[in-house]
């Protein structure tokens, strides 16, 4: 693998730890916090995915 995939694959191992542990936030607090907690890592976990994707099949 290259240097460019490993940094991506982290990068979407670590965004999508961070959907889940705000998804898991947003639910423990009843929904009375943003959803942005959410949507944010979620947005750059589907950017950087796709991005290693790309990448992989090359």
């Not at 965004?15 to 423990?28: K, M, N, W």
């Not at 947005?43 to 796709?50: D, S």
Request: aromatic residues 14%.
């Amino acid at each position: 693998m290259t240097m460019k995939k490993n940094i991506l694959l982290v990068l979407t191992i670590i965004f999508i730890v961070l959907t889940f542990l705000g998804g898991a936030y947003v639910l423990l607090n009843h929904g009375n916090v943003n959803a942005g907690y959410t949507v944010v890592p979620m947005v750059f976990l589907l950017a950087f995915g796709g991005w290693y994707r790309q990448i992989k099949k090359k």
